[in-house]
């Protein structure tokens, strides 16, 4: 059994013990704190000299269906720089929704199977972003999202939570459907005698796929991948599902498992139809506008934090399509950077909102003022997640926006054109990120007294405050030196781009 | 060893339980069906111990195929079937018992129950045979001898209404298909002159074969095989006798008899598809039969509030799949194509486990007299976890849900209809298979988020082997669905 095997059938294996009878939170806690210690050994020991876009490191694959008439099909997993960062996003991540989670006495509900999807999300997910087979890519990202359809039904809060798993399951579903034709298209197109996606790329450098199935293949992937994302404006469903699924379920869902898609638009789309990108740039654009400005001031609406936090992850994802639209390596590391940046950020926030709602259950600004007095821990971290989201210097979101700008305006040179619009456009956003995240926090910290109840509301206690410190903590270590994990995205973003350059 | 020696053993070991039945006063009859499945199980193992005929020039090759790895793999899935149908029984014996007339003074106060273990062991032999007839005799003796024996079971239960309404229609309807049958099989031999399949291969394929007759054939087999598979328009039988009969036996019905249907449909269909002379005539027929059973199946069981209807309904669905991957042969096959005879095997494997899953499931919650409706599994997963796990792997795989084997069954399917470019098929396995997805995560979504039905939250009782089955089916759909060369390899 290859590293990655042992790294992606650890939390699946963990979760079948669950079912079997094993102790849920220990299980669920050991299992993720060696995915952890697996990521970081395969971090270290990932050789960053080799500068070449899905050239596999730590590679393994076992042939699992050769008939003849059907692409063979191998359980296949390897890293490169991108999948990398991506893991330890995963891993972090997984951590600490798991530490994040109530005791198994007080989960309403079946505590065996709460943990047990918790370890199927990140299972599905860690298989996702090593699968180097189209087939296991796709099909991992399944796996992880069925228990989170479940989770949100069985677990979720308010009454309308049966309403909102429905919704998701839909939009999710339909959005998968739309990919897979996509994804099936691409290697019928390519002719391919394989899954593997090495191979659909190197065939892609061979002949490729003539221009006008390449536009339409890559608007598919667009919608399927970009409503997993929660592109504007496929994104209707992201919001309420976050506001009311269970915290652990939020923050590895809009954490992680959001960036699939992000993920497959650079692994899939831009080495093997980047004439079809190049068709829809524009439309690209116009969406991702939509997201930073449209969803921004939606989100400078929302009067409760839960919702508000539900948009800002709508909204970010606009600045993370912006890196991947400049087509360039600034750019597209940035994107990779920002996904992970991203991810530990809003997870930290949606701790913080859980932690908030388990004290004083409805969330809405009004209720709210002057905690920081009483909760200064609680205020303290919610301060540090708030500056990281908006990207202040010091947090990797800036030091992941910053090659995002900056890309986007170099992405085109020839005048004032649509990108250079739009990198100017999503400029604005991070106006309005300030707005309605500094709001929040004078609204519920600072300002008049509250209308809730504080005697019952202690502050955080260390378990509470773990998952948190642990999110802020990689977050600075990145925002200080992004080089610990642009060391991993460099070689194999240029390596992307000197594939396109043929 | 000889293969045709493996039906000697099965009938046999049918009759000595039928012996046993009769002289051993057995104080627990249901001693019998754990024969039965060690009998089996036995003649499983020898599958592995066949050898090709040391006698090729025997007649006995004329009626009955020399053996290769398919017609192997469709008598393990017709013993597999049986073992599990028998599991189902032992659960299911207070409620035949309690269906049937009450004993008579003096006699075995489970009078009647060691004929309801003995039969499905006589079908199991039918189903074997069908997997190696050859020749027009052989398929309809042993398609006589599957269908005889059903009508007895599937009315097993005569206190019960709707029991017999199933045995009885599935009598008239069974007795009408095979009259079309026999008619068919008189036109064919009047065309071909022969009864054996090779020859009649050559036959249909001559440029001077008379088409209008050789179609006229073609149809009135369809017609059988059509109603034996539960294909639209002959499946109407299919919802209602799946609801009535016994649930050991609807799960035998839906998986057995479905694949005995497919190998022969196969044997029968084949010559024609691939005849340069009828192959575009039988495969548009084939194209409007499988395009109405994938619709009329799965959005048919959109509105059924009966699990054992419902599942009547998604038999029907998976027909359709099946048929489309037959309805996609292009002829003639490139060397390194997707054969749909593969395709159909596949299918056929995967189709076992998970409907029996479902079943095994469904006859646990009927032992328990917990009821069939939608409403009677609201919330299970409350009261009995291990169930509605079990049941949500079956589900998911049932609805075509990746990393299971459902997922890849369908994919083979659709993979060879886009190869033959067949877009309206296309379009309406898409259909299907959306409607499909709707109505087995419907089922899912009421066990885990709906409120239970009844106040009583004990747990459902599961005894071990039945237990051992469940985990045995659920692991094997998840292995399969993420190394389908597990099947693949038995048959190919």
Redesign the interface.
Known sequence: MSTLEFLVSLPLIAALAI?LGAPARCTALGASVLVFLTTIYCAINYNTSIEDFAAWQFESA?????????PT?S?AFGLDGISVVLILLSSIVLLAAVLAAPDESKVQ??S??YYLSLLLIGGGALGAFTATDLFFF???H??AL?PTF?MI??FGRGENR?RT??TI?IFL?VGS?ILLVGL?LLV?KLGAQTFAIADLIALAQGQGIDAASQNWIFLLLLVGFGTLVSLFPFHSWAAPAYAEAPTPVTMLHAGVLKKFGLYGLIRIALPIVPDGFQHWLHLLLILLIGNILFIGLVTIAQRSLDRMLGFSSVMHMGYIFLGIAAFNTMGVSGAVLLMFAHGLSIAALFALNGALRDRFGDLTFRRFGKLGKSLPRLGLLFGFATFAAIGLPGFANFAAEIPIYFGAFDGDASGMNWLRWATVGALWGVVISAVYLLRAYRSIFMGNAPKVRLDDAPDMLLREMLPVILLIAGLLIVGFSPEVLNQYIRPTVNGLFLLSAG | MQVYYLEFFVVALGLVMLMVDAFAKLQDKRSLARLGILGLGVVFLLLFAVQSPSNAASPVWKFYAAPDNLSLFFKGVALLTTILSLVMAIDFAPIVLSKIAPPDQGAHPQAGLGEFYSLPVFVCAGLMWMASANNLVSIFVSIEVVSITFIILAGYMRRNVGSLEAGVKYLILGALSAGFLVYGFAWLYGITGSMELGPITEALAKPGVNSTAAMFAFSLILVSLAFKLGAAPFHIWVPDVYQGAPTPITAFLSVGSKAGAAIVTLRLVYPYLTSPVLGTKALAILVVIAILTLLLGNLGALAQKNLKRLMGYSSVGHSGFLIMALASTSYPG??????PV?VFAYYIGAYLLMTLLVFLVLNVLNAADTGETLDSIRGL??RS?FLA?ILLIAL?SLAG???TTG??GKF?A???A??AGQWMLIAAALIGA?AG?YFY?KIA?SM??DAPSSSDGAAIPVNLLTKVSMVILAILILLTG????VI?KLF?
């Open positions: 079912a076992r042939t699992v269906l050769d008939m003849p008439g059907i099909i359980l509900g079946n065996r199977l796709y099909a991992f399944e796996l069925i479940l039904g069985l049966i798993a429905w399951t579903s459907l099936i019928i | 490139a060397v390194n194509a997707l054969s593969a997963a409350k976890p796990g998911a849900v990746p990393l997922f890849i083979l659709f993979k060879i886009l190869d959306a997805f995560l979504a885990y988020l993420i190394v389908p060369n693949v190919s």
